[in-house]
């Protein structure tokens, strides 16, 4: 069994910043990508930002100059570091990890829970 748990969530004003941690647990062999969606209401799932294992990293154009993502391996773990939030920001961010179980075999998807992130004034 795999889990994600995502922290950092929560009310901002316009212009704040927020910081997200995302930590994969369970019985894994190697983390491929870890990446982080978003949903807002009415709206689908978009890809925010995401990170390889080696460190290569991309972001969707309305959150790059504003958006960090970086991943600790050792921990399993990946962070979002979010600031200029504005409205738009507003949504559930979902974190997501490309898990290998064991060696060899293919990597498999796995989702956290969501966090809620709401800039408002």
């Known amino acids: 069994q795999v889990q994600l748990v995502e922290s950092g969530g929560g009310l901002v004003q316009p212009g704040g910043s927020l910081r997200l941690s995302c930590a994969a647990s369970g019985s894994i062999f190697s983390i491929n990508a870890m990446g982080w969606y978003r949903q807002a209401p009415g709206k689908q799932r978009e890809l925010v930002s995401l990170i390889t294992s080696g460190g290569g990293t991309g972001y969707r154009d309305s959150v790059r100059g504003r958006f960090s993502i970086s991943r600790d391996n050792a921990k399993n773990t990946v962070y979002l570091q979010m600031n200029s939030l504005a409205p738009e920001d507003t949504a559930v961010y979902y974190c997501?990890?490309?898990?290998?179980?064991?060696?060899?075999?293919?990597?498999?998807?796995?989702w956290g829970q969501g966090t809620q992130v709401t800039v408002s004034s």
């Open positions: 997501n990890a490309k898990v290998v179980l064991y060696r060899g075999t293919n990597e498999r998807d796995y």
